[in-house]
Nanobody, 118 residues
Framework: QVQLMESGGGLVQPGESLRLSCAASRIPVSIATMGWYRQASGKQRELVATIINSNRTNYGDSVKGRFTISTDNAKNTVYLQMNDLKPEDTAVYYC????????????WGQGTQVTVSS
């Protein structure tokens, strides 16, 4: 069974930074589509960023220029560096792995809370 272990959430003030980590098991992140999504209270889950085969990246409009997604293939881990955090970034952040091999597989992490507040 594929597992995604997230870490790095917390409480920060506006303008500060955080880095989220998501360690994957069984499927190399270098051949998967890795993503970060977030869900604020009372809102739908939304895309934050994706990285395909540790190469091509895509970002949600609200985080472009502030967040960076990357992978460490040796650690089989995907990161989300979040800079210049704003109160509207407050949400539970979820790691996602999508792999289209013999059959399509999608997995989610348990979520990590990010709170931006003064």
């Amino acid at each position: 069974q594929v597992q995604l272990m997230e870490s790095g959430g917390g409480l920060v003030q506006p303008g500060e930074s955080l880095r989220l980590s998501c360690a994957a098991s069984r499927i190399p992140v270098s051949i998967a589509t890795m993503g970060w999504y977030r869900q604020a209270s009372g809102k739908q889950r939304e895309l934050v960023a994706t990285i395909i085969n540790s190469n091509r990246t895509n970002y949600g409009d609200s985080v472009k220029g502030r967040f960076t997604i990357s992978t460490d293939n040796a650690k089989n881990t995907v990161y989300l560096q979040m800079n210049d955090l704003k109160p509207e970034d407050t949400a539970v952040y979820y790691c996602n792995l999508y792999y289209d091999g013999t059959w399509s597989q999608t997995y989610w992490g348990q979520g990590t809370q990010v709170t931006v507040s003064s």
